[in-house]
């Protein structure tokens, strides 16, 4: 069986499963690429041999943490063919990942976020940052959202997670009131909590991603900010205060307990630094 065939039924067994459209897109690259580089050859072909050295190739130029996902990739769809029988024997069986060290996530500060919020001009601009800050969401959480997903009388809403998981977030006051003042101001009839500012459709990542790098960029914060850094902040804002750590993975919709521990370690960091300056 050609590895593109094999690829299409692959991806289909995994949207059975349940897994999320953006898992989908990467799983669609990596075949892609593992198509440009060994041309579409029949799959019982590639030899534990020709896979390790594409992963060599791909090491030059790829992060630990870039090529681990691609060894994970080739790992799961190998297991998943040989398991179908459409091959004898798994070549990638012996393949092993890259070792990484565990990196602390980055964060901002309170004095950080305060920035942010001043950078804010427009009520969605004022809005989507609260909402990120406030409930932890992922930005792929906040982008499939819907306005009816909210519940004001207890400042909450119900987002897709990971593994389509459903789970209830939290926002505080500041964004309800931001939030209200937003959505009372659209006049479409857009489904979605946020979209676009001309010819209101819901928002891409891509979008939402910008317009924090826009506020981020107004706010003249030296240093690089992107969606995921709210959601960390957000973490670490948690157990500064004093948060459970299983209730904190509760918040993130983590699955495993070891991801929320490692916001633990940051949250650590941040007060040996404190008791040095205080002290």
Known sequence: MLVSR????????????????????????????????????????????????????????????????????????????HEEGHIPKNPAAKIKEPKQGKRIPKFLTEREIEHLREACITPMEKSLLEFMFSTGCRIGEIVSLDKNCINWSNRSAIVLGKGDKEREVYFNIRCEIWLKRYLDLRQDRD??????????????????????????????????????????????HLLNNGAPIDVVQSLLGHEKSETTRIYAQLSGSVRREFYRKYF
Request: without cysteine; charged residues 30%.
């Open 6 to 81: 094999t690829s299409e039924l692959y991806e289909s067994d995994k949207k059975i499963e349940g897994f999320s459209p953006q898992t989908l897109k990467e799983y669609k690259l990596q075949s892609k690429l593992l198509i440009q580089y060994f041309d579409d050859v029949n799959i019982e072909s590639l030899t534990t041999d020709r896979l390790k050295e594409y992963l060599a190739k791909s090491s030059e130029h790829l992060k630990p943490s870039s090529l681990a996902h691609r060894i994970r990739f080739i790992k799961s769809i190998f297991r998943w063919s």
């Open 191 to 236: 489904p979605a909590i946020f979209v676009t500012e001309r010819h209101p459709h819901r928002m891409s990542i891509g979008q939402m991603r910008y317009i924090i790098k826009r506020i981020s960029s107004r706010a003249g914060i030296n240093k690089e900010i992107h969606p995921h850094q709210l959601r960390h902040s957000y973490a670490t």
